[in-house]
């Protein structure tokens, strides 16, 4: 269907070149599909050792934290979503938290005013990690395989070292230029104290130290003893605030997922400290209100129904979600109900765009360095898991004795209370800084499910662009019948509320369109990609898996058995 328009006809060209670079892969027994092909690598090894989709998530997850540090992370947090071949499902929150020493004013000047960059780039922008306490309470729950064996690859690459690529040598040379001797100048040397070349064996024996010990103690081998005491000391030298006693109160949290439907399939992803599975089932109720009989994909209408229905979720977004430990009253089942959808979608005007109100809020900025991936088993059992360090390489600080990035999470905070700014920024109740508070996160890992079962896998990074490229993916795929490869390449745009504007993908929306939807009142500006989607879909049909990464990944990979 998404290719019948007259006017989408030269895209669909484009469209069928990236479908010739960017195949779809397939597997009968069990699939993993990362940004980083050695990591997908070690996922579906685990798979064919007999390993369920929990045990290559956890792996797949260590083995991202060594081979691709922009994001993959023991020092961040995140979150998984798991179903099972029964139709079970269920989530772990693994989220950062501010630090027991943490205040709502902690980032202001004498004057109140937002220190610049001191939420995201300073050593006070480290949250309490989440990621190792996540993937050990999901597998002690549901994992098969002993934990020491999902470790240990991840152990391996790390010590033995793996080959450097070309993107991490990018980074690796402007680390090095912008600081020698800082921890990041540092941390891609080989052992002559340079930066590891192309092509080059690259070891991370710290690194190595570090999962061994967590190899070897699980959750403790990281809240508490030598690791423990190191991160607090690092944190004591250099003026950060986790303590001790952070680390040990740290626990991951087994949240009841959000579940919505679009015509036959149930929708299961994320609720708060994320907002993505909120906005992203208001957002699937309004498309389902929509005719596609008469909007065709991409076209002009499309475009400007996806960016409203954005706009109103982003608003909901804002005015009301935090971390639910602290908000008990936020008004989640409304927000994701199809009543709520019909008062939205009655709002929208097809022929003009809606205004922004900006006395209300909005939020700044948040990083786009989160890293996605999905992995399914051979029994049909799913897990779709986002993490991160929040920029890319997070804080860009960390122990030379312990060898991982710590995040720079709480920058999602809203950093100065009541203030909010024409460029966005918020300073709304729901998520201000509070001692042992998560902060409002917008990854959205997802899983679709048709007939009680897993059917598609699907999430990106981008910050709030991913809940916004989820849901355009999960629409492609549900609503536009697309393969999961080509609803991964296809156009994408992204409003989210405030700024008021639509970001689209430059090369992917014809001028004609940017010039109606500019005369219906909408304010564009080009991106080069939005998202960098890892998804698998089930064909039915064959009874096979479908992979596919984003080719905005250079190292990604779907890998099958
Ligand atoms: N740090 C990005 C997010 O949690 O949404």
Redesign the pocket.
Known sequence: MFSKSKSALVFSCLLLSISVLQAQVKAKNGMVVSTSSVASDVGVDILKKGGNAIDAAVATAFALAVTHPSAGNIGGGGFLVYMTNQGDVTTFDF?EKAPLKATDDMYLDEDGNLIRMENHLTIKAIGVPGTVAGLYKSHQKYGKLPWADLVQPAVDLAQNGFTMNWTLYGAAQRFREMDADSFMGQYFSNSNGEVTQPGENWKQEALGKTLAAIRDKGHDGFYKGEVAKKIADYMKENGGLISKQDLAKYEAIERTPLKGTYKDYEIYSMPPP?S?GVALLEMMNLMELADFEEIEFNSTAYVHLVAEAMRRAFADRAEHLGDPDFNPDMPIDRLISKEHAKQRFAEIDMEKASVSDSSKFGQLY???S?THFSVMDKDGNAVSLTY?L?FGYGSRLGSNELGFIFNN?MG?FNPVPGITTSRGQIGTKPNLIQPEKR?L???TPTIVAKDGKPYLVIGSPG??T?INTVFQTVLNVLEFDMEIHKAIEVMKIHHQWLPDRIMYEKDLLSPDTRKALEGMGHTLIDRSRLGVLMGIRYDEENGVLVGASDSSSGEGKASGY
């Open positions: 989220r994320s993505g948040d990083g786009e989160t991160t929040e999470e999602d902060m996160s917008s990854m910050g709030r991913i």
